[in-house]
């Protein structure tokens, strides 16, 4: 385990904050909006912010549950704002931005797990910024199906769920979550609506063998997944899990040519990859 040892060269990042992000800063917290790159700490939100992008993060910024990876807060959230859905939406349109992604912390205490909300502010920023794409990273709605179709309903152009990692590392990295539900919300996706794009993707470094690592690329293959992104695992904390090793950029190429090799449209893949990355270019480049 690596809590404590020095990051290699290649996770060394020059961090520039400039005008654009300070403005973009000031203006989320201005409207009261979350974002998953300042919940999750994520290490490129001093890129995405000064480009003037950013993820949306709905439902609060408290999670039902405590997943080991994640710097979100865990504990019983607030019950959800309902002007949340028109704040994202006007500041969406304040950002000028064309593709919106959102996603949200896990609601286990919702009947819907939230799904209500994501669409409704789908349809908000569909009307605030006319021919807007919208892409959601959701949760797995417990299985509840009814619920994932609520979000296809409201016509994302790419619906995202993570696996994260391998089946056998799931009770230890993602307590409450399920390795077979997360592979069945992404087959239900692709079957309800299949002219939504499917995206899923996985963090490396936390104990996963290679060969676990190919047997999970299979298995998000073969429920028809086009998109997938795969990024290292950093640790937030020393309260959250270690990582196990530092995976070399020219380790994710093979990934990433393995990957399109068993089928996939489009792949993301390197050590600051995360899931809603550059998300607007890899479904560009994957149509």
Same mark, same amino acid.
Request: aromatic share 8%; glycine share 6%.
């Given at each position: 385990?690596?809590?404590?040892?020095?990051?290699?060269?290649?996770?060394?990042?020059?961090?520039?904050?400039?005008?654009? *992000?300070e403005?973009?800063? @000031?203006?989320?917290?201005?409207?009261?909006?979350?974002t998953?790159?300042?919940?999750? @700490?994520?290490?490129?939100?001093?890129?995405?912010?000064?480009?003037?992008?950013?993820?949306?993060?709905?439902?609060?910024?408290?999670?039902?549950?405590s997943?080991?990876?994640?710097?979100? +807060?865990?504990?019983?959230?607030?019950?959800?704002?309902?002007?949340?859905?028109?704040?994202?939406?006007?500041?969406?349109?304040?950002?000028q931005?064309?593709? /919106?992604? !959102?996603?949200?912390?896990?609601?286990?205490?919702?009947?819907? %797990?939230?799904?209500?909300?994501?669409?409704?502010?789908?349809? #908000?920023i569909?009307?605030?910024?006319?021919?807007?794409?919208?892409?959601? !990273?959701?949760?797995? =709605?417990? %299985? @509840?199906?009814?619920?994932?179709?609520k979000?296809?309903?409201?016509?994302? /152009?790419?619906?995202?769920? @993570?696996?994260? +990692?391998?089946?056998?590392?799931?009770?230890? /990295? #993602?307590?409450?979550?399920?390795? +077979?539900?997360?592979?069945?919300?992404?087959? #239900?996706?692709?079957?309800?609506?299949?002219?939504?794009?499917?995206?899923?993707?996985?963090?490396?470094?936390?104990?996963?063998?290679?060969?676990?690592?190919?047997?999970?690329?299979?298995?998000?293959?073969?429920?028809?997944?086009?998109?997938? +992104?795969?990024?290292? *695992?950093?640790?937030?904390?020393?309260?959250?899990?270690? /990582?196990?090793? *530092?995976?070399?950029?020219?380790? =994710?190429?093979?990934?990433?040519?393995?990957?399109?090799?068993?089928?996939?449209?489009?792949?993301?893949?390197?050590?600051?990859?995360?899931?809603?990355?550059?998300?607007?270019e890899?479904? #560009?480049?994957? !149509?």
């Open positions: 385990m690596l809590h404590g040892t020095a990051k290699p060269p290649w996770l060394k990042k020059r961090l520039t904050v400039g005008p654009a *992000y403005r973009l800063r @000031n203006r989320l917290k201005r409207n009261q909006i979350h998953v790159c300042q919940e999750a @700490n994520c290490p490129n939100i001093w890129e995405c912010f000064s480009q003037k992008t950013a993820t949306f993060l709905i439902l609060g910024d408290h999670c039902t549950r997943c080991r990876f994640c710097a979100v +807060t865990h504990s019983l959230p607030q019950p959800p704002d309902i002007d949340e859905p028109e704040r994202v939406a006007e500041t969406a349109r304040e950002m931005l064309d593709y /919106v992604v !959102l996603t949200s912390v896990t609601r286990d205490d919702l009947p819907d %797990g939230g799904a209500g909300y994501f669409a409704e502010t789908i349809h #908000r569909q009307k605030k910024i006319p021919g807007a794409r919208v892409e959601v !990273l959701v949760p797995d =709605f417990l %299985g @509840n199906s009814d619920a994932l179709y979000v296809l309903d409201a016509h994302p /152009v790419v619906l995202n769920h @993570n696996l994260e +990692t391998v089946s056998r590392l799931y009770d230890r /990295v #993602r307590p409450g979550a399920d390795y +077979t539900r997360s592979l069945t919300l992404l087959e #239900r996706s692709l079957s309800y609506a299949p002219e939504i794009t499917t995206k899923s993707g996985l963090m490396l470094g936390i104990g996963e063998t290679d060969s676990e690592i190919m047997q999970t690329l299979k298995d998000i293959r073969s429920v028809g997944c086009g998109l997938l +992104t795969l990024g290292q *695992y950093l640790a937030p904390s020393r309260n959250h899990l270690p /990582v196990d090793r *530092y995976i070399p950029p020219v380790e =994710f190429d093979r990934w990433r040519s393995k990957a399109l090799d068993i089928g996939f449209d489009q792949v993301a893949s390197g050590p600051f990859v995360r899931s809603s990355y550059h998300a607007k890899l479904l #560009r480049q994957s !149509l």
